[in-house]
């Protein structure tokens, strides 16, 4: 798998790297959470590679794609990615989009512009920016972005850029926590992990004040059931802010996987199950 070959696309001035798998007419695009990119998404790509013609890419500053200084937005991030699929896909594809926790915010975003060629949107755990636990998210997020400045000056001690990426290495395949290592869990990486936290964080209120126009496609939402020990209540809440989101929409399903955060590396099956069910969405309700 981590010898895909990929390539440079430009999007608003800027560069990603994006790796293209599968084969059919149908189009799956894919967009991860927080400091992560095209590599979580490699246990879910062989299930649809007979299916349909696939694209993961690195966010500006993330994996393969040349680091930057700037401070992203949401905003900023989903008008690339809406540029990227402009670029890659053809016009005439429809487009099922799948997104991972922050990438929820990203996708919700750039499935405003994506409008009608969007056919179905799946989420994995995304962040419900109207839960309470999100309320002083900028002082905690400040905390977060604290302790993760001292990772990153960890980090460039190998040693302990294993130790410090744990979380990642117990539910990823080694040959793709070998690419995270490299690529993600080094200082840079690091650095460009903070500056999306804090982009999210600006992005919540933001999103509370004038929330993204609910999207008009088949939207399946996936929900971890199961939460980090001593997380429990607030995982509780957090479901329950999923589910009445998707009870909002004008075709949304809402379902608990029983699954830790990272659904595609510990349940790639259903993940692939659920686009699957999204790509044939466009004949079932014709």
């Known amino acids: 798998m981590r010898q895909m070959t990929g390539r440079a696309v430009s999007v608003n001035g800027r560069s990603v790297h994006a790796e293209e798998s599968g084969r059919g007419t149908d189009r799956v695009v894919f967009e991860a959470g927080q400091g992560l990119g095209r590599t979580c998404w490699d246990a879910v790509l062989p299930l649809l590679a007979d299916r349909a013609r696939l694209l993961t890419y690195d966010r500006a500053g993330c994996g393969r794609s040349p680091r930057t200084a700037r401070q992203p937005t949401v905003d900023d ?3 690339d990615l809406v540029a990227l699929i402009g670029a890659v896909v053809p016009e005439s594809a429809p487009v099922v989009l799948v997104a991972h926790s922050m990438g929820g915010l990203i996708a919700r975003r750039a499935a405003e ?4 060629r969007l056919r179905g949107l799946l989420l ?3 962040t419900p920016e109207q839960a309470p636990v999100y309320d002083a998210f900028d002082r905690t997020a400040a905390r977060v972005d604290r302790a993760m400045g001292v990772t990153q000056a960890l980090v460039r001690f190998r040693p302990l850029a294993r130790l410090v990426s744990g979380n990642i290495r117990r539910v990823f395949p080694a040959e793709t926590y070998a690419a995270m290592l490299a690529e993600d869990v080094v200082p840079a990486g ?3 992990s903070r500056k999306e936290l804090r982009a999210a964080a600006a992005a919540i209120p933001r999103f509370r004040a004038a929330p993204p126009a609910r999207p008009a496609c088949p939207t399946v939402l996936l929900s971890a059931s199961r939460p980090v020990k001593g997380r429990e209540r607030q995982h509780a809440v957090i479901a329950e802010h999923q589910r009445r ?3 909002t929409l004008p075709d949304g399903r809402f379902e608990a996987v029983d699954s830790g955060h990272f659904l595609q ?4 099956e259903a993940v692939a199950d659920r686009v699957r069910q999204l790509l044939g ?3 079932r309700r014709g």
Do not use: F, H
């Not at 512009?113 to 009608?116: D, F, I, N, P």
């Not at 590396?265 to 790639?268: C, G, H, I, S």
């Open 281 to 283: 969405a466009e004949g």
């Open 113 to 116: 512009s994506l409008g009608a």
């Open 124 to 126: 994995l755990d995304p």
């Open 77 to 79: 991030m989903a008008a």
């Open 265 to 268: 590396a510990e349940r790639p």
């Open 190 to 192: 690091l650095a460009q």
């Open 245 to 247: 989101w998707t009870a």
